[in-house]
């Protein structure tokens, strides 16, 4: 179906995807400083009030900022705009695209499902704090998944392979859910659910497409070393086919043969006759 989608609608991908939350992010928390609890109470995602007739609130969540951020999570934030980069250098931007809208999607379809099973069981649903963090996280573990031996700076001094790191987020998400549970606010564990189920739904699909992350790679290689052996080939063709200008008629060179030099045509032979600098004056004249 992916495959199908990107050969129809993949020159409409939205490059730098990964910039645009970033600065959601931003506006979030510029709105928070300026208008305080009102930013947030006026456009989080609250499934009530949305059933109310506030369906701006299936888009407005996507600009507030993250509601608790920790000094690792801080720095991961920071580093998540490198980690999308190379994430949609590695899907292609359509995919990057669809794993990103996918994952807002699912967030939304959780929210709705998470809060209607909690009323069904009699669950009080207190807090409504939905935001880009875990959505932006998960770029990272994508990263980490498809390169886990690559070695990052944690907080900026410790170098730490990907894979050991995404423990630790893992972790974090787990202690964060725990928490979270504690003071019914189940919108962290929907959130952290659909991050890892459309990173698990992603990599899926990578393992099993005919054309998959590692297939992607070995073509990239065989298309570098076939355009390098194209543009030798052009390279062969255009010296063999190259003709020159000027070629001296005792001696057989040409300007090809030196770029100092000179070459001059005999007015006292009989013809048209060129000569270089140093069998100008010495030559036979042709008569």
């Not at 609890?37 to 900022?65: A, H, K, N």
């Not at 959780?110 to 009323?119: D, H, K, M």
């Not at 504690?182 to 990599?203: E, P």
Request: proline fraction near 3%; aromatic fraction near 14%.
């Amino acid at each position: 179906m992916l495959n199908k989608l990107e050969r129809k609608f993949g020159h409409v991908g939205l490059p730098n995807m990964t910039l645009v939350m970033l600065a959601c992010m931003v506006i979030g928390y510029a709105g928070e400083l300026i208008f305080d609890s009102t930013w947030y109470t006026l456009f989080c995602l609250y499934p009530p009030l949305i059933f109310q007739g506030q369906i701006w609130r299936l888009v407005t969540w996507m600009i507030l900022p993250p509601s608790s951020l920790n000094l690792l999570s801080f720095i991961l934030l920071l580093m998540v705009y490198q980690f999308g980069q190379i994430l949609e250098r590695t899907l292609g931007t359509f995919r990057y695209n669809f794993f990103i809208i996918s994952g807002l999607l699912l967030t939304i379809i959780g929210a709705l499902v998470g809060w209607g099973i909690g009323q069904l069981m009699g669950i009080p649903w207190v807090y409504a704090s939905y935001d880009l963090y875990y959505l932006a996280m998960s770029t990272y573990l994508m990263v980490a998944l498809l390169f886990p031996e690559q070695v990052v700076m944690l907080y900026m001094i410790i170098p730490l392979k990907l894979k050991w790191a995404a423990l630790i987020h893992v972790a974090f998400c787990l202690y964060a859910c725990v928490s979270a549970i504690r003071v019914y606010n189940f919108s962290v564990v929907v959130s952290v659910l659909v991050s890892f189920l459309n990173v698990a739904w992603m990599m899926w699909n990578l393992r099993n497409n005919h054309v998959g992350f590692h297939q992607r790679a070995k073509n990239k290689v065989r298309q570098k070393a076939f355009y390098n052996q194209v543009q030798e080939g052009m390279q062969q063709r255009k010296a063999s086919s190259y003709v020159t200008k000027h070629k001296c008629a005792i001696c057989g060179r040409t300007e090809r043969d030196g770029d100092d030099l000179e070459f001059r045509f005999c007015s006292k032979c009989n013809g048209n006759y060129e000569y270089c600098q140093d069998h100008l004056f010495t030559h036979t004249h042709k008569k």
